[in-house]
């Protein structure tokens, strides 16, 4: 069975003004390309060819961008948002794009990242914890990617105690916006209702149900226009 990934694009950007003043965050540049297109590309040479885009502001810019995917070798679906729905909204509302409802299929979990951050991460080596969410039917709601804390995120999100991810512990890393869910981590949301993701996934952490690994390699939260040239300036010099 093939997975679905999802990719977030539906954020306003505002703290990458006046960039996002006509331009959606994910259409950026650096080094040459869209901050999407880093995602994307990675998903194909992953496997992963089926890709939802959830997206709300300036979203016909991005179906303009990227078409139906053919270029890149994967097939775009979009799931447009006219409201802000937050992270766990935007993605309840294209559950049925992701998990295959309409064919009965309700226990499939898919990956969700963010556009907004760059990383290398290998997302093939995330198919293992993908058979294992599915396989344990909701009694694993979520696999989540930490990595090591930022300068401007020093406090970090949770904690990481061999493959199980908590609340609270002695070092604490940051969540990377990459993340495998099974649809019942969503049950409580109503689609097309806001919803924010922290607090699904706190309460899923209470029953034991999210697993996790630590991912040591490049990664970068490109929230800022300083974040943004620093990223052009190093995929730059790595490109000659």
Sequence with gaps: MQFKAMILAAGRGERM???????PKPLLKAGGQMLIEYQINRLARAGFTDIVINHAYLGD??????????????QITYSPEYVVLETAGGIANALPLLTGFVDGECNRPFLVV?????????YAGLMPALRAVQKEEGNRLAHLVLVDNPAHHVEGDFTLNGDAVALNGEVKLTFSGIGIYHP??????????PAKLAPLLRAAMAEKKVTGEYFSGTWEDIGTPERLEQLHGQLSERQG
């Excluded at 006046?18 to 331009?23: E, G, H, I, V």
Aim: proline share 5%.
């Design 114 to 122: 963010n556009a907004d951050i760059y990383s290398e991460f290998d």
């Design 184 to 193: 019942a981590l969503f049950d409580d949301v109503t689609p097309g209702q």
């Design 17 to 23: 003004r006046p960039l996002t003043d006509n331009l």
């Design 61 to 74: 810019m991005i179906e303009s961008a990227l078409g139906n995917g053919e270029r890149y070798g994967v």
